[in-house]
Nanobody, 121 residues
Framework: QVQLVESGGGLAQVGGSLRLSCTASGEISSINTMAWYRRTPGKQRDLVATITRAGGPEYTPSVKGRFTISRDDANNTVYLQMNSLKPEDTGVYFC???????????????WGQGTQVTVSS
């Protein structure tokens, strides 16, 4: 069974940092795109950052310059380093894998279970 497992959420103060991790487990051949989304109170799930196998990370404007997405393909892991945190960064952060190819050739689109990030002043 292929799944995404996130870790690293928690409580941070304004201006602080947190690092999220998401590891895809199972019989995986490759993952084209990995991304982080977040669901803030009263809103839908929005894209935060995305990174492809070729690199080229992209960010939503509100986090550009503060957040960094990176990936370790040897371990099927994506990270989100979050610096200079603001109260509006509070939410549930979800990992996403798009065009994940299993060793049997199946293509999957997966979500993690979500991890809570709370930024307080």
């Amino acid at each position: 069974q292929v799944q995404l497992v996130e870790s690293g959420g928690g409580l941070a103060q304004v201006g602080g940092s947190l690092r999220l991790s998401c590891t895809a487990s199972g019989e995986i051949s490759s993952i084209n795109t990995m991304a982080w989304y977040r669901r803030t109170p009263g809103k839908q799930r929005d894209l935060v950052a995305t990174i492809t196998r070729a690199g080229g990370p992209e960010y939503t404007p509100s986090v550009k310059g503060r957040f960094t997405i990176s990936r370790d393909d040897a371990n099927n892991t994506v990270y989100l380093q979050m610096n200079s945190l603001k109260p509006e960064d509070t939410g549930v952060y979800f990992c996403n894998a798009d065009r994940l190819i299993t060793t049997s050739g199946t293509q999957k689109y997966l979500w993690g279970q979500g991890t809570q990030v709370t930024v307080s002043s």
